[in-house]
Protein backbone atom coordinates (compact mmCIF):
# COMPACT_ATOMS: atom_id res chain seq x y z
CA UNK A 1 0.00 0.00 0.00
CA UNK A 2 1.21 3.20 -0.86
CA UNK A 3 1.27 5.60 2.16
CA UNK A 4 1.81 8.64 -0.14
CA UNK A 5 -1.89 9.09 -1.10
CA UNK A 6 -2.80 9.17 2.43
CA UNK A 7 -4.03 12.40 3.90
CA UNK A 8 -2.76 13.14 6.20
CA UNK A 9 -4.68 16.36 7.66
CA UNK A 10 -7.89 14.15 6.89
CA UNK A 11 -6.27 11.31 9.32
CA UNK A 12 -5.51 14.36 11.92
CA UNK A 13 -8.86 15.51 11.48
CA UNK A 14 -10.50 12.23 11.78
CA UNK A 15 -8.58 11.65 15.00
CA UNK A 16 -9.50 15.37 16.90
CA UNK A 17 -13.06 13.87 15.95
CA UNK A 18 -13.03 10.92 17.75
CA UNK A 19 -11.64 12.51 20.33
CA UNK A 20 -14.13 14.83 21.23
CA UNK A 21 -16.82 12.10 20.28
CA UNK A 22 -14.88 10.54 23.64
CA UNK A 23 -15.27 14.09 25.04
CA UNK A 24 -18.97 14.17 24.37
CA UNK A 25 -19.99 10.84 24.73
CA UNK A 26 -18.29 10.55 28.20
CA UNK A 27 -19.70 13.53 29.57
CA UNK A 28 -22.50 13.90 32.49
CA UNK A 29 -24.95 15.16 29.34
CA UNK A 30 -24.53 11.79 28.17
CA UNK A 31 -23.09 8.99 29.43
CA UNK A 32 -20.51 9.39 32.23
CA UNK A 33 -23.01 8.80 35.32
CA UNK A 34 -23.91 5.60 33.36
CA UNK A 35 -20.25 4.10 32.97
CA UNK A 36 -18.78 5.68 35.93
CA UNK A 37 -22.16 2.99 37.89
CA UNK A 38 -21.35 0.30 35.53
CA UNK A 39 -17.86 0.07 36.85
CA UNK A 40 -18.79 0.48 40.05
CA UNK A 41 -16.72 3.90 40.30
CA UNK A 42 -17.53 7.49 41.41
CA UNK A 43 -16.43 10.67 40.43
CA UNK A 44 -13.82 10.79 43.51
CA UNK A 45 -12.01 8.00 42.27
CA UNK A 46 -10.84 9.85 39.16
CA UNK A 47 -9.47 12.58 41.01
CA UNK A 48 -6.06 11.45 40.99
CA UNK A 49 -5.91 10.63 37.28
CA UNK A 50 -3.38 13.50 35.06
CA UNK A 51 -5.56 14.29 32.86
CA UNK A 52 -2.57 16.01 30.96
CA UNK A 53 -1.29 12.61 30.69
CA UNK A 54 -4.48 10.70 29.77
CA UNK A 55 -5.74 13.29 27.24
CA UNK A 56 -2.49 13.55 25.22
CA UNK A 57 -1.76 9.81 25.23
CA UNK A 58 -4.93 8.73 24.45
CA UNK A 59 -5.07 11.13 21.23
CA UNK A 60 -1.72 9.43 20.55
CA UNK A 61 -3.39 6.35 20.24
CA UNK A 62 -6.95 7.99 18.20
CA UNK A 63 -4.19 9.26 15.64
CA UNK A 64 -3.00 5.57 15.24
CA UNK A 65 -6.20 4.18 14.74
CA UNK A 66 -7.38 6.59 12.52
CA UNK A 67 -3.88 6.19 10.48
CA UNK A 68 -4.82 2.66 10.57
CA UNK A 69 -8.23 3.14 9.17
CA UNK A 70 -6.80 5.28 6.07
CA UNK A 71 -5.09 2.79 5.68
CA UNK A 72 -8.24 -0.19 5.06
CA UNK A 73 -9.96 2.67 3.05
CA UNK A 74 -6.74 4.22 1.33
CA UNK A 75 -8.81 3.60 -2.28
CA UNK A 76 -10.23 5.74 -5.06
CA UNK A 77 -13.26 3.98 -5.12
CA UNK A 78 -14.21 4.66 -1.45
CA UNK A 79 -16.07 7.89 -0.42
CA UNK A 80 -18.26 9.54 2.31
CA UNK A 81 -20.89 6.34 2.33
CA UNK A 82 -18.09 3.68 2.02
CA UNK A 83 -15.86 4.91 4.74
CA UNK A 84 -18.53 5.63 6.94
CA UNK A 85 -19.77 1.92 6.38
CA UNK A 86 -16.73 0.51 6.37
CA UNK A 87 -16.26 2.35 10.08
CA UNK A 88 -19.45 0.80 11.43
CA UNK A 89 -18.12 -2.42 10.28
CA UNK A 90 -14.79 -1.96 12.20
CA UNK A 91 -16.51 -0.51 15.03
CA UNK A 92 -19.25 -2.46 15.39
CA UNK A 93 -18.20 -6.07 14.23
CA UNK A 94 -14.56 -5.78 15.57
CA UNK A 95 -14.43 -3.54 18.31
CA UNK A 96 -17.59 -3.72 20.03
CA UNK A 97 -17.39 -7.21 19.85
CA UNK A 98 -13.83 -7.32 21.16
CA UNK A 99 -14.70 -5.06 24.28
CA UNK A 100 -18.42 -7.72 24.95
CA UNK A 101 -15.56 -10.70 24.85
CA UNK A 102 -13.53 -9.12 27.36
CA UNK A 103 -16.39 -7.98 29.60
CA UNK A 104 -17.68 -11.10 29.74
CA UNK A 105 -14.37 -12.74 30.65
CA UNK A 106 -14.08 -9.76 33.06
CA UNK A 107 -17.45 -10.11 34.67
CA UNK A 108 -18.51 -6.62 33.70
CA UNK A 109 -21.70 -5.59 33.30
CA UNK A 110 -23.73 -5.53 29.91
CA UNK A 111 -24.31 -1.86 30.27
CA UNK A 112 -20.55 -1.02 30.00
CA UNK A 113 -20.12 -3.39 27.31
CA UNK A 114 -23.47 -0.86 25.78
CA UNK A 115 -21.77 2.01 26.78
CA UNK A 116 -17.77 1.09 25.25
CA UNK A 117 -19.22 -0.91 22.62
CA UNK A 118 -21.80 2.18 21.23
CA UNK A 119 -18.49 4.44 22.14
CA UNK A 120 -16.44 3.50 19.22
CA UNK A 121 -19.09 2.43 16.85
CA UNK A 122 -19.66 5.62 16.65
CA UNK A 123 -16.44 6.89 16.20
CA UNK A 124 -15.10 4.43 13.71
CA UNK A 125 -17.89 5.46 11.88
CA UNK A 126 -17.35 8.88 11.67
CA UNK A 127 -13.47 8.83 11.27
CA UNK A 128 -14.47 6.61 8.22
CA UNK A 129 -16.90 9.01 6.76
CA UNK A 130 -14.21 11.69 7.64
CA UNK A 131 -11.11 10.02 5.89
CA UNK A 132 -13.65 8.35 2.90
CA UNK A 133 -14.80 12.34 2.07
CA UNK A 134 -11.62 13.87 2.17
CA UNK A 135 -9.32 12.28 0.05
Known sequence: M???TL???AVLVAAIAGHLIGAVWYSPMLFSNAWM??????ED???KVNMGVLLSTTFVFMLIMAFCLAMFLNSPEIGMTEGAFYGFLTGFGWIFFVIATN???EQRPFKYTL???AHWTVVF???G???GYWK
Open 37 to 42: DSLGKR
Open 125 to 127: TVM
Open 103 to 105: SMF
Open 7 to 9: NIW
Open 129 to 131: LIL
Open 115 to 117: ISG
Open 45 to 47: DFK
Open 2 to 4: DMS
